[in-house]
């Protein structure tokens, strides 16, 4: 049973980071740190689906009029909020804004729900339903909401965020410096406190008869 306990420290210690050798008394010691980003699906509460709608909401409206302040400050007002309530057009952006900007900041939000540990699917729905405030909510202070945003946004700002999500995981596992500013600069949701999927591995053995795995997380 030892030698198996042996065995699977030696095959483990393949992927750590290579370190001076020690007194074999304490394997633990030649052993650096050995990140794993990740993301851990949970379940949530009502409040807490609240809670995250209400703050990206709240950011929606501050976001806003600072990307867009010529068009916030000289086409929005009340009446034309009033107006444009409950309106839904196709909109004549420019294809930039429909194909590019809209996914992009879509994938975003999802990546955003994503880090608070929503499934894929969750973070879908999640997106979805914020798109859908800031367009019914918030664009309507300068223009009616647009059917193209509707799905564009959320759902392939989603599939964007999907290969964004796995590109950044593996940038940030490289281990290497590059990598991690990487992949941070393009899932800037992993450089905050709430997000739930950073997690430390290391394997331990005592030398004599005990083989472990530390785990903790670090925010």
């Not at 996914?103 to 975003?108: A, K, M, R, T, Y």
């Not at 596992?173 to 992949?183: H, R, Y």
Request: hydrophobic share 40%; net charge negative.
């Amino acid at each position: 049973m030892k030698f198996i306990f042996i065995t699977i420290f030696l095959i483990q210690s393949l992927y750590a980071s290579e370190a001076p050798s020690v007194d074999n008394t304490d394997y633990s010691l030649s052993r650096q740190k050995k990140y794993q980003y990740t993301y851990i699906d949970r379940d949530h509460t009502q409040s807490e689906n609240l809670m995250h709608l209400s703050v990206v909401y709240g950011i929606t409206w501050l976001v806003y009029p600072l990307s867009q302040p010529d068009t916030f400050f000289n086409d929005g007002s009340f009446r034309k909020y009033k107006r444009n309530f409950g309106r839904l057009v196709f909109d004549q952006d420019e294809p930039f804004w429909n194909w590019i900007v809209h996914p992009l900041s879509g994938s975003q939000l999802f990546l955003y729900y994503r880090a608070n540990g929503y499934s894929r699917i969750d973070s879908l729905t999640m997106a979805f339903i914020s798109s859908t405030l800031f367009e019914f909510t918030v664009e309507i202070y300068t223009e009616p909401a647009s059917i193209q945003d509707l799905y564009q946004t959320p759902i392939l700002g989603s599939v964007m965020g999907v290969g964004i999500e796995n590109l950044s995981l593996y940038l940030l596992n490289t281990g290497n410096i590059f990598g991690k500013v990487l992949g941070h600069l393009i899932n800037p949701s992993t450089l905050f406190w709430f997000y739930e999927g950073k997690i430390q591995l290391m394997p331990t053995y005592n030398g004599r008869d005990r083989v472990g795995l530390h785990f903790s997380m670090d925010f």
